[in-house]
């Protein structure tokens, strides 16, 4: 099992900002994963939000969020972040950080088809947008 720790989630109010982080265990071989931050609402289906390649740095983002929120990594902290940009009520949720191995290289893959099985999932961080 992979330990990721999200943290960084809140209340804001709309249009305001948010940067959520996910910490992974060390030791923990970051470079060869896709990471990646979903969420889920309440009564809703998980969704992905955004995804990056650690070894190469490519980002992939959800059409909902993009040009809003955006994915980075520190690979000196072994941790990826989410940076909440002009935010929405819609985008209340609980967010998840999540890391998969076997599609490492192909993230853009694992982006259009990201509910795996063998995913690595964190506890999640609540986030709530008030009009």
């Known amino acids: 099992q992979v330990p990721l720790v999200e943290s960084g989630g809140g209340s804001v109010q709309a249009g305001g900002s948010l940067r959520l982080s996910c910490a992974a265990a060390?030791?923990?071989?970051?470079?060869?994963?896709?990471m990646g931050w979903f969420r889920q609402a309440p009564g809703k289906e998980r969704e992905w939000v955004a995804t990056v390649s650690i070894a190469s740095g490519t980002t992939y983002h959800a059409d909902s969020v993009k040009g809003r929120f955006a994915i980075s990594q520190d690979n000196g902290k072994n941790t990826v972040y989410l940076l909440m940009n002009r935010t929405k009520p819609e985008d209340t949720a609980m967010y998840y950080c999540a890391a998969n191995f076997r599609y490492d290289g192909r993230c853009g893959a694992w982006s259009r088809d990201p509910l795996q099985t063998d995913n690595y999932w964190g506890q999640g961080t609540q986030v709530t947008v008030s009009s």
């Open positions: 060390s030791g923990f071989v970051f470079s060869s994963y896709c």
